[in-house]
């Protein structure tokens, strides 16, 4: 109860200071309760809906999955746009926003493009603070490179070897298929979900492509 109003106490006085002053941070704050608000009755729809429909889960929706505790992950040295040498050590400070594609993985990479131009989007004023990072598991980069690139020119892309970072995507549960066969075939990723680093570098949640770009925002605002 002095939790909750303490919460109301600093969006009045959130709201009065973007009313006076126009302030940003004023507005990161409003936008902060809201999110959290918008959290916590998404959970009691999914736990009211789960009691009312226990034979209908697809009615409560899926939930962000919050990883308890958070896991360091092993580096790996990437090229950033073919040029420069790159590890996501350089992210601290930010959140970082994961989705491992290929050119060649049409139909699920499209969607999680799609859908990660709607969650910076939905982010507002916090996008500057959330890092979009597309890493890439095939052995040519420059497709995939254009490809996002189309999307928005700010997502950033990573390549590196693949006996480096398919072992990579596969820490942090990616599946990834190797047709046997011809040489040069291209490989491919299942993609489940959004994989999101913290602002200390640490893997803490994973939002799968069924969420909507309102949920993962919020998600991630309330986890700032």
């Known amino acids: 109860m002095v939790y909750r109003t303490f919460a109301c106490v600093l969006l009045v006085v959130a709201l009065c200071a973007g009313l006076v002053s126009g ?3 004023a507005e990161m704050l409003m ?70 594609g290929s050119a060649h993985c049409h139909n699920s990479c499209l969607r999680a493009l799609a859908l990660l131009t709607h969650v910076k989007a939905e982010l507002g004023p916090y996008a500057q603070q959330v890092r979009v ?23 950033m892309v990573l390549t590196a070897k693949p006996a480096d970072v398919l072992p990579f995507a596969r820490r942090y549960g990616m599946t990834i298929i190797q047709p046997r066969g011809a040489a040069g075939h291209p490989t491919l990723p299942l993609v489940p979900y959004l994989v999101y680093l913290d602002r200390q570098g640490r893997w803490v949640a994973c939002f799968p492509l069924g969420m909507s770009a309102e949920e993962i925002a919020d998600e991630i605002i309330y986890a700032f």
């Open 23 to 25: 302030a940003t941070h």
């Open 31 to 100: 936008r902060w309760g809201l999110a959290r608000m918008r959290v916590h009755l998404r959970l009691a729809w999914r736990f009211a809906a789960s009691l009312a429909a226990p034979h209908r889960p697809d009615l409560a929706g899926q939930p962000a999955i919050w990883l308890r505790p958070p896991r360091q992950l092993p580096g790996v040295v990437f090229t950033n746009g073919h040029i420069d040498p790159f590890t996501l050590d350089a992210l601290r400070g930010q959140g970082v926003l994961i989705l491992f």
């Open 133 to 155: 990072v597309v890493i890439n598991i095939d052995q040519d980069g420059a497709p995939l490179l254009r490809l996002v690139r189309s999307y928005d020119p700010d997502f």
